[in-house]
């Protein structure tokens, strides 16, 4: 089977998995558009955490793994919570992260708004 | 200046792609409502007043984020697991990979096991659900949804050669797993 057959194919597949959206997950959707359309923010999420809370959550995640590692532990395990403490800096630092990319897509639509590039 | 129904026609258009890409990379459908719903409140509150040819990227992108944002707190509460483990003295296994490259699911079924059970589409999915997260994501938004490299480089936050790779891998990965596929 070529490329473009093994596509037609995937994307076949994907099309008809949509049937399964059926009964309450599209109630669900539309509520969701419906209340998205009136400006109502959902009540509550599955997780029930805001962005903020969970940056910061990640903060006091690196804060612990900091302390753990100042306190004597039997057992080399340098490795594995530099490992986990990597981690837990990039997941706190996800406001930078997501401020840099939005810099890209401002810019992007000033240039498909035909503004200065 | 689009109107409530243009927006109301464009997100009834999206809603289900959006869900099937969001549960596919979040292995369940509950989870996968949540950011689709969050999804359309951060896209008719921030870029409704957009030019229309430019809301599929836009919404992409806002979807893409909260996808994003999930597997990160998932990762976070996995970190907090995983030190908690390593305090009591257990076995911790350190995160080798990037927490953000959210390994295949491996509770995904075999695709050539569906395949060669002639359960074809359910073969496709499983291949489809098996992908690294970037692979699985990008692949979805250039080849299902008909989003240009471009588009998909914003909506996915990445470099255009970043997205063709990815999407070179995803293919590669599909046509292996799925090389016993009949349809």
Redesign the interface.
Known sequence: ?N?QD??H???Q??D???AG?QGE?RR??AQ??H???G????AS???G?P?AA?GL??LV?AA??IL?FLVP???P?T???S??TA??D??SA?ETL?FY?DL??VS??SQ??GGPS | MASRGDLDAFLAEVEARATRMAALAMGNLDDALDIVQDAMFSFVRHYADKPQEQWRPLFYRVLQNGIRDALRRRSVRRAVVQVLDWWRGGEAEPPGEDPLERLADPAARDPAELAAAGQGMDALLAAVAKLPARQQQTFLLRAWEGLDTAETALAMGLTEGSVKTHYSRALAALREKLKDYAP
């Open positions: 089977m490329d093994l596509l194919h995937l994307r597949g994907l008809a998995s949509l959206l997950p669900r959707l969701a558009r209340l998205a359309l400006g109502h923010e959902p999420r599955r997780y955490w962005r969970a959550a990640g995640c612990a793994v753990l532990r039997p057992g395990r490795a594995q919570l490992a986990i981690d837990v990039i997941l996800e997501d990319q890209d897509f992007w639509l498909a708004a």
